[in-house]
């Protein structure tokens, strides 16, 4: 059993593979304190840790000095306003205008199996793997009960950490603050891994020590944004791939966060992660309640390598869901960077017929099929093909292309209107926006309010109706500005802090009903590249554009932050054409297609004009996605050398989880004179297997490629790559 409670220590211990999570019920008043996370115990009674017993500690002894056992107490969840004065999880509003709140234990419930959520994204199990814990929690005096809730993987280290909030009270109450997880730790010194970047240039890794400020990553945008990223680990100072202590969070969440650490008087640390407060009250009437998103929550012994494959195997088993989740995907060629807005039917086709005989599978027709959209300015929410391009219709195109043996994916970008569009002109208040203030523009664009049930049904058909219509196999779901001017023509003024959660609420339910109607569709998500990369996408797209920034050498940045926490699988990345088209770089073709085999692999490019010599690429480059994709998808990931570090090379590797094969990445950068070549030491193997490299003759033992390592020749020029695939022999 992975959860247990101790009645007679009044302990809860949760247990992981490798790891243990332990908290207790304390005092008279039983508070519920934080006890210990970390490595593996045999043994539960660490609550000694609590020093309860050393002096008149606790309130029922020493009630005189009760603020400084509120405020100084490892919390397992804090509460604002009656001591505590950490960041707090919870805080509220009752009508005669208070703020404070208790968090005291009434029961609990242990349940085998997890379900996810229901309106949200959450992670899921069968009953022989994992378990719920639900510890009920009150404040007697508003009559809200929280109650905290606690899912423990026994085949993953993973726990994962939320909590709902009923308001049995008999007025109506105002939730202005609900985090999703709390961690007080004792005594550690650590640095924080973050992520964040802008557009196309999404997801750089950042490290900064913890100290006495708050240290803190949110987005108000809306959405979890270009940014910053709902991601965060601490970890001990020297760790590396291999070792080292590391404590990470990650939120199952696509709108406003915020993950904090902080560092109190006595040098313990409180890591906290939810929705972002600022802008959000949550009205509770009598009876009613809130759910949080959820939070997953690693540890790992052995360095970063081990947080990174924790929560790749998570995500892949226990929260993506739908066909493709264990599929090859289809090789796309995807017309965005190809033709922009300038193309019609003939010109997809010739697309499409050429990419058919190198081994591409699927075109993909992106922005400008619909209305009057001959640029960027307008016709967002008219989802009604043009006719004036796709001559023939788009069910003649899609049979088209089908005839060549290819499927047909199609963009959206659903939850957009234009000024200059038909929906607009018939419902300018459906746009977000502030009455008497005129909305910020971006891209020429306004978000729709998609709190509103009338506004979803009417695009979630109009999208549908197009889908229903031809044989589209393939939807890309675009979002390409933040939110602002937050406001709704129809939400109640006390419930307007209610509208960004509202928001994601809508944009789940639409995906939810798109994925129920249509389960054989491939839905890759997107947000003007990848500012909506997030696990609460992945609960409805297996895939998620990485970033529009399609350069081989940037996207080693980019996806090195990205794999850090994802699965390969998860990421979408292309081969585009030269010089890109956000640096001008020119990359060999060779290059671009190793560095895009580590996601989900396709093209973006006119096929029918790149250069010969990089078109005769394609067939050996589309082979080498079928050779490979099962082990890039279902691997296990090592980071052997970070670009972004060394600043001249990168280098990572997946092996099979019976470490029979694997596959080594190493992209030369940048050159060095005078240099022979490069010694990298593999990871990952099976010390005692043999290996053998393809293209040579002898073999290795396992522990050899990893303590000795192999020579990688110096490439003649800049950003070389060479794959590196080994099998047991
Ligand atoms: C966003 C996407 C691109 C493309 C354009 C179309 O920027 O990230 O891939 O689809 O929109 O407008």
């Known amino acids: 059993m992975s959860i247990v409670f101790y009645e007679k220590e009044r302990l809860f211990k949760l247990d992981t593979p490798n790891t243990s999570y332990i908290m207790g019920i304390v005092d008279e008043e039983k508070f519920l304190a934080h006890v210990y996370y970390g490595e593996k115990l045999s043994d539960h009674r660490a609550g000694y840790l609590l020093r309860t017993q050393e002096g008149p500690f606790v309130p029922s002894v020493n009630n005189r000095d009760r603020i400084a056992f509120l405020d100084s107490f490892p919390m397992e969840y804090a509460a604002h306003g009656i001591g505590d004065c950490r960041e707090s999880c919870i805080s509220i509003r009752t009508l005669g205008g208070n703020t404070a709140l208790s968090l005291n234990y009434v029961s609990h419930e242990i349940k085998r199996g997890k379900a996810p959520f229901g309106e949200m994204p959450a992670s899921f199990g069968r009953e022989n793997e994992c378990s719920v814990l639900e510890i009920l929690c009150e404040d007697s005096v508003t009559g809200l009960q929280m109650i905290l809730q606690y899912g423990v993987f026994e085949d993953a280290d ?97 709108g406003n966060f915020r ?72 090789i796309l060629i995807n017309n965005w960077e190809a033709t922009y807005f300038n193309f019609d039917a003939d010109k997809l086709i010739a697309i499409a017929r050429e990419a058919s005989g190198l081994g591409i599978e699927m075109l993909v027709m992106d922005d400008g099929w619909f209305g009057n959209r001959f640029d960027d300015n307008r016709a967002l929410g008219d989802w009604v093909v043009n006719e004036q391009k796709l001559n023939g219709g788009l069910k003649y195109l899609v049979d088209e292309v089908n005839k060549l043996g290819m499927k047909f994916g199609i963009w959206f970008e659903p939850e957009m209107i234009s000024p200059d569009s038909d929906l607009y002109r018939a419902h300018p208040d459906w746009a977000i926006a502030i009455s008497g203030r005129e909305p910020g523009l971006a891209r020429n664009q306004y978000v729709l309010d998609l709190t509103r049930k009338e506004v979803r049904d009417h695009v979630y058909e109009s999208v549908a109706k197009v889908l229903r219509g031809a044989n589209i196999e393939y939807v890309k779901w675009d979002m390409n500005r933040p939110l602002s001017d937050i406001g709704s023509a129809t939400l109640p003024a006390d419930q307007m802090g209610e509208f960004y959660h509202r928001y994601v609420l809508g944009v789940y339910e639409m995906q939810e009903r798109l994925t129920k109607e249509f389960p054989h569709l491939l839905l890759e998500n997107c947000s003007g590249g990848g500012a909506r990369f997030d696990p609460g996408m992945l609960f409805y797209s297996p895939q998620i554009w990485c970033s529009d920034d399609t350069d081989a050498v940037e996207r080693l940045k980019i996806q090195e932050g990205t794999a850090l926490i994802y699965p390969l699988s998860t990421m979408g990345a292309h081969v585009s054409d030269c010089p890109n088209h956000v640096l001008h770089r020119t990359v060999p073709f060779e290059t ?44 296990d990931y090592y980071r052997i050398a970070s670009y972004a570090e060394n600043h001249y090379f990168d280098c990572w590797g997946v092996v099979s989880k019976d470490k029979a094969e694997a596959l080594y990445t190493f992209i030369q950068v940048l050159n060095r004179p005078n240099y022979h070549s490069r010694r990298i030491r593999l990871k990952g193997l099976d010390p005692e297997k043999t290996y053998r490299i393809e293209g040579e003759e002898s073999t290795y033992l396992g522990e050899l490629l990893m303590k000795a390592g192999i020579n990688i020749p110096n490439p003649e020029g800049d950003f070389r790559g060479r794959l590196i695939h080994l099998t047991e022999c």
């Open 158 to 254: 993973v726990i994962t950490r939320s909590i709902r909030v009923v308001n049995q009270g008999t007025e109506d109450i105002y939730l202005t603050k609900v985090y999703s997880a709390c961690l007080d730790m004792d005594n550690r010194e650590f640095e924080s891994i973050t992520l964040h970047g802008s557009w196309a240039r999404e997801r750089h890794i950042q490290s900064l020590p913890v100290s006495r400020m708050k240290h803190t990553v949110e987005s108000l945008r809306g959405e979890t944004s270009h940014q910053d990223h709902p991601f965060m680990a601490l970890k001990t100072p020297g760790t590396t791939q291999e070792t080292g202590e590391v404590y990470a969070m990650h939120f199952v969440y696509s």
């Open 259 to 330: 993950v904090q650490v902080q560092t109190d008087p006595y040098e313990q640390i409180r890591m906290v992660m939810g929705i972002n407060p600022e802008d959000f009250c949550w009205k509770l009437a009598p009876g009613a309640q809130f759910q949080a998103p959820e939070v997953v929550m690693t540890y790992s012994g052995e360095g970063l390598g081990k947080m990174t494959r924790s929560f790749h195997d998570f995500y892949r088993k226990h929260l993506i869901r739908g066909e493709y989740r264990d599929k090859k995907r289809p």
């Open 592 to 635: 671009r297609g190793y560095v895009a085999l580590a996601g989900t692999f396709g093209y973006e490019l006119d096929v029918t004009r790149i250069p010969e010599e990089d078109r005769r690429q394609i067939p050996e480059q589309t082979a080498m996605y079928h050779k490979y994709n099962d082990l890039v998808r279902e691997g």
